[in-house]
Nanobody
Framework: QVQLVESGGGLVQPGGSLRLSCAAS????????MGWYRQAPGKQREPVAF???????NYADSVKGRFTISRDNAKNTGYLQMNSLKPEDTAVYYC??????????????????WGQGTPVTVSS
């Protein structure tokens, strides 16, 4: 059973920083793309940042220059470093990953997984 667990959310003042983590666990053969989405109250979920297995990154225009996505493949963990936070960054942040499971040491199914979400509130 593969699962993603986020951590690191919380309350921060405008201009502050937070680092979110997304740990994948279970019988994992490989992790392809990892990413972060966010959903603000009353709004649709929107993409924030993505990172490929090779380290290529993409960001939403609204977070470019402020957020940095990274991953530690040895730990099956992704990160989102958020700096210069603004009130409009307030949302529940979700990580997602395309993961190929391991079945008796062999490649299993490839599935798109989501974490449970971690809330980020930017307010003075």
């Amino acid at each position: 059973q593969v699962q993603l667990v986020e951590s690191g959310g919380g309350l921060v003042q405008p201009g502050g920083s937070l680092r979110l983590s997304c740990a994948a666990s279970g019988s994992i053969f490989s992790i392809n793309v990892m990413g972060w989405y966010r959903q603000a109250p009353g709004k649709q979920r929107e993409p924030v940042a993505f990172i490929s297995s090779g380290g290529s990154t993409n960001y939403a225009d609204s977070v470019k220059g402020r957020f940095t996505i990274s991953r530690d493949n040895a730990k099956n963990t992704g990160y989102l470093q958020m700096n210069s936070l603004k009130p409009e960054d307030t949302a529940v942040y979700y990580c997602d990953a395309v993961i190929t499971s391991s079945s008796y040491g062999r490649k299993g199914a490839t599935v798109h997984y989501w974490g449970q979400g971690t809330p980020v509130t930017v307010s003075s």
